[in-house]
């Protein structure tokens, strides 16, 4: 699925935190459409105001349930290491993610 079909899309689970300049980001699981249930919801970020989200296609899950699960107990540093993956791998360049000192 390309990024253009997860613009506006609802996301099913939220947790906000904060990266570690402190901006507000807001990672979510986004249901993707179709017939195949397998890996049927992604991992998604984006910054709490404003912006494109920004999806990691590689962690997925085959229900909600699982999915609300797994980011209900993510602590702010996975969720961080997350964004700085996704945001690798994307190549965006809106937002400046740092890895600390």
């Known amino acids: 699925m390309?990024?253009?079909?997860?613009v506006g899309r609802e996301m099913v689970a939220v947790r906000k935190f904060a990266d570690e300049r402190g901006e507000g980001w807001v990672a979510g699981v986004v249901e993707r459409p179709g017939p195949d249930h397998k890996g049927r919801f992604r991992f998604v970020v984006r910054p709490a105001v404003g912006g494109d989200p920004v999806v990691l296609h590689d962690v997925q899950w085959n229900s909600e349930k699982t999915a609300n699960r797994t980011l209900d107990t993510m602590s702010e540093v996975e969720l961080r290491r997350r964004l700085r993956s996704a945001m690798g791998r994307s190549g965006h360049s809106s937002r400046s993610v740092s890895r600390g000192p």
């Open 2 to 6: 390309a990024l253009e079909e997860y």
